[in-house]
């Protein structure tokens, strides 16, 4: 059988159609601010495609580019300064951020209530605890690819493949939430390929093109491919690669995202979601859990 190919791209610009109407209803339009340090190309480009997205939908947007030798404190100032702007809903620190700079301090000190990234350890907890909260973008993107397909995922078996901060954890969160048996794997897990082959749905965040082969695949499994890597085209340029051999996968698995056009396009309308939504609860609209 042939895979149904997941199209991100036409389900973010539903999405967005959704963050456009949802925005109309605001007295004062979302503002979205984004910190970058350093500069790392591909971050720039992911940086522009969202400050680009929001422009489009009418929203406030503000670029803070710091150097790459930037101390700790001075990030932490930027942050200070971004809570305190009654204009600004969301603040999004694009990562990864120097290596001198410790992560989980930038996120312990973004106001939770504009955290549009959902790193911050409190909604991190409330998502862990199913309080609401803002829900990291790309995790929130992945379970409305996966419900497309699967509306109740009620005892589905669901593998997550790799563990980190902003997407291998919240999502294991999410498809816990929404019923399914959630395994995890991470970087010292034995036979990973076993455990994945028990999936009804497979998830890949590791960033390492063709980890996951068609043996890997539970026939008519869905495969969400969260893997972005950057690989150097040989006329030049780049070209964006997932987790997922495709081209193998595509017979085996039921359902599967494609990369680029899958996860990527989701995370961004997610990003546009989450700011609109912490303006609707900072403007009063709307009553956190
Ligand atoms: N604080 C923080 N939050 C993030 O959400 C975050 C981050 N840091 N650091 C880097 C990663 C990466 N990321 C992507 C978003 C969109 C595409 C995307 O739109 N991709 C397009 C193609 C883009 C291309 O061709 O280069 C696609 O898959 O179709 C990719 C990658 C967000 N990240």
């Known amino acids: 059988m042939t895979a149904q190919i997941i199209d991100g791209r036409a389900l973010a610009r539903k999405v967005l159609e959704d963050v456009g109407k949802g925005a109309a209803q605001l007295a004062r339009r979302p503002g979205l601010a984004v910190i970058i340090a350093g500069d790392d190309p591909a971050s720039h480009v992911y940086v522009r495609n969202k400050v680009r997205r929001a422009e489009e939908l009418g929203f406030l947007t503000e670029t803070i580019q710091l150097p790459d030798d930037i101390d700790e404190g001075a990030v932490l100032d930027e942050v200070a ?62 379970m409305k690819l996966i419900q497309s397909i699967i509306p109740d995922l009620t005892g589905f078996h669901a593998v997550v493949i790799g563990s980190s901060n902003i997407v291998g954890k919240p999502m294991a969160a999410l498809l816990l939430e929404a019923k399914a048996t959630v395994t995890q794997t991470h970087i010292h897990t034995r036979d990973t390929r076993f455990i994945a082959r ?39 340029g780049y070209r964006i ?46 009553v956190s859990a």
């Open 81 to 142: 300064t971004l809570n305190a702007r009654d204009e600004i809903d969301g603040i999004l620190v694009q990562l990864p951020l120097p290596e001198h700079v410790n992560t989980l301090r930038v996120m312990a000190a973004v106001d939770p209530a504009k955290d549009v990234d959902g790193l911050h350890a409190l909604n991190a907890g409330r998502l862990t605890q199913g309080s609401g909260g803002l829900i990291p973008c790309t995790p929130s993107g992945c």
């Open 198 to 236: 028990g999936a009804d749905i497979l998830i890949s965040a590791v960033g390492r093109p063709g980890l996951v082969r068609g043996d890997w695949i539970k026939p008519r499994a869905i495969v969400i491919d969260v893997g972005t890597t950057r690989v150097p085209k040989v006329e030049g």
């Open 241 to 286: 690669v997932g987790d997922v051999d495709f081209e193998e996968a595509r017979d085996v698995a039921g359902a599967i995202t494609p990369v680029p056009g899958g996860v990527g396009p989701m995370t961004i309308a997610c990003l546009m979601e989450n700011t609109l939504n912490a303006a609707l609860v900072r403007q009063g609209e709307l």
